[in-house]
């Protein structure tokens, strides 16, 4: 069972969040916070799985929270979805840097969201879905800190093109196609770049992608 935490400011859009999610039945809500420092305790208290996370709340807001819950050792088994609208770029470049391991806007299609909760869950970032895509290509220009290019060196040739086909959002199964590679084989290379330049996850390996100008701004 995958244990959700909804935190939004808005009742309507949990109660809707909450109705959708616990009509599947791997899925089920186990709390709910209107304010970022209710969503830290709500978090701590129940440790779940994912954090549907809305980035304006009052009381500290979603990217203090998603901060905070990244950082805390205690809480590594909970992933964080940010929810978002495209006019808050520069709040979602700073989410990518704080940890969090996907990206929605609160109109999504159900089934997305749905989608989305899974995907997280079982340790993946949420990257492939156009409209992800799209999002990532409008914030890379905001991602302004200069990386460590050095981080880049322990790669193959070959790891530095699946890194370029990570950037551009593509799944296991999408990288194995576009280089002739089996899903696995592409898997198994995402986990050794991960491991090479310590990224926690695949949105972190966007961020280098775009930062190292493997990949441009934009690029599909």
Do not use: C, W
Not at 4 to 10: E, F, I, T
Not at 113 to 118: D, K, Q
Not at 186 to 211: F, N
Request: charged content about 25%; proline content about 5%.
């Amino acid at each position: 069972m995958i244990r959700v935490v909804l935190a939004d400011d808005q009742g309507l859009i949990r109660g809707g969040f909450r109705a959708l999610l616990e009509a599947e039945p791997d899925i089920t809500v186990v709390g709910e916070a209107a304010s970022g420092a209710e969503a830290l305790s709500v978090i701590r208290r129940e440790r779940p799985d994912v954090a549907l996370m809305d980035i304006r709340m009052p009381d500290g807001d979603g990217l203090e929270a998603t901060e905070r819950i990244v950082a805390d050792p205690g809480l590594a088994g909970t992933r964080i979805i940010v929810v978002t609208t495209f006019e808050l770029d520069e709040y979602v470049a700073q989410a990518i840097r704080a940890g969090a391991s996907g990206f929605l806007v609160k109109d999504t299609e159900p089934t997305e969201l749905i989608r989305a909760v899974r995907v997280v869950a079982a340790g993946d970032a949420l990257l492939s879905p156009g409209v992800t895509r799209r999002l990532l290509s409008q914030v890379a220009g905001s991602l302004r800190e200069p990386v460590d290019e050095r981080a880049l060196d322990a790669l193959t040739p070959r790891e530095r093109e699946v890194l370029v086909q990570v950037g551009r959002g593509l799944t296991n199964e999408e990288i194995g196609a576009e280089l002739f590679l089996s899903p696995l084989t592409a898997k198994t290379h995402v986990s050794r770049i991960m491991s090479k330049v310590q990224a926690r996850d695949r949105v972190q390996l966007v961020v280098l992608a775009y930062e190292s100008g493997l990949i441009a701004p934009g690029e599909s």
